[in-house]
């Protein structure tokens, strides 16, 4: 089994910046691909970003391209999405998780991982 512990979420004023961490823990050499998804009120859950649990590779969801980036920390089994300009639109719960299948990382827009975090709440607004 994988855990996942995610920290860093809060309340933002429109325009700010955020930095979320993904703390992993467990079986974390089956995992081969880490992801941030993010759910609002209503809506469903859907694909933020993913990165390769190892080399280099990433892939962000057309809704925060060029305003993200997802790293990865060796050292701490960690993972982090920093946004930047962010919007009321951005307002939901942000999950990580990780995934033990080798595929692309562009197939996790449409396969769900094996395995997801508790989530943290991240709310845009004066």
């Known amino acids: 089994q994988v855990q996942l512990v995610e920290s860093g979420g809060g309340l933002v004023q429109p325009g700010g910046s955020l930095r979320l961490s993904c703390a992993a823990s467990?079986?974390?050499?089956?995992?081969?691909?880490m992801a941030w998804y993010r759910q609002a009120p209503g809506k469903e859950r859907t694909f933020v970003a993913a990165?390769?649990?190892?080399?280099?590779?990433?892939y962000y969801a057309d809704s925060v391209k060029g305003r993200s980036t997802v790293s990865r920390d060796d050292a701490k089994n960690t993972i982090n999405l920093s946004m930047t300009s962010l919007s009321p639109g951005d307002t939901a719960v942000y999950y990580c998780?990780?995934?033990?299948?080798?595929?692309?990382?562009?197939?996790?827009?449409?396969?769900?991982?094996?395995?997801w975090g508790q989530g943290t709440q991240v709310t845009v607004s004066s």
């Open positions: 998780a990780a995934d033990n299948r080798r595929d692309s990382l562009y197939g996790l827009q449409y396969r769900a991982p094996a395995y």
């Open positions: 467990g079986s974390i050499s089956s995992i081969n691909s």
């Open positions: 990165i390769s649990w190892r080399g280099d590779s990433t």
